[in-house]
């Protein structure tokens, strides 16, 4: 059963990577993900995950895991503050440590509960943002900023410092990473 759903939503992901032209040529779907058994890791915000309907299939399909995702949150309290880690985490979909396993490239579905600031941070990875569900402002060093709903992408640079602000309410992303640093993690206070 857990299998199943994690399948469903791997499926509903390829959906939306199928179906954005910026995605595709960001990087290619691996070719050789394998399912793997992840320890159950929850998070405060899979309450609010759960709770907030949207029809979007990737949105429910996420839904659907929430309570057996190995969720993750790269950083830590004193970085962000007690309420950061009340209303963020991310799960990730496929990578090296995936709940479909691949060196070929990394996927996470990330969420951000409402009214929440996710300050200036880097990595080295290429990363692009698909957003599944909600609305985000996005800022990013040399670019213009720009509120993202439903279907917009935006890339970030390798070590391009970026932000992000929920302004009209939570955001659920779907996140891809490319090139050198792809297996590092994002790095705080670094514009
Ligand atoms: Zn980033």
């Not at 960001?26 to 029809?55: C, G, H, N, T």
Request: net charge negative; charged share 20%.
């Amino acid at each position: 059963m857990k299998q199943y759903l994690f399948q469903e939503l791997l499926h509903a992901a390829h959906e939306v990577y199928s179906s954005t032209d910026a995605l595709k040529q960001f990087a290619p779907w691996p070719s050789d993900l394998l399912y793997v058994e992840r320890p159950v890791q929850p998070v405060p915000a899979i309450r609010q995950i759960k709770m907030w309907s949207d029809e979007h299939p990737l949105h429910t399909a996420t839904q659907q895991v929430a309570d057996i995702g190995d969720w993750k949150q790269t950083y830590r309290e004193d970085e962000v503050g007690f309420g950061f880690l009340q209303d963020y985490g991310y799960l990730e979909l496929y990578g090296p440590n995936g709940h479909f396993q691949t060196d070929q490239g990394r996927a996470y579905i990330g969420y951000w509960g409402r009214g929440l600031y996710y300050p200036w941070h880097r990595h080295e990875a290429e990363e692009i943002y698909a957003v599944v569900s909600g609305s985000g402002y996005f800022e990013s060093e040399g670019a213009e900023a720009a509120l993202l709903k439903t279907g917009d992408t935006r890339m970030h640079h390798s070590n391009q410092p970026h932000a992000l602000t929920m302004t009209d309410g939570p955001i659920l992303t779907f996140v891809l990473w490319r090139g050198a640093g792809m297996a590092g993690l994002p790095l705080m206070g670094a514009r």
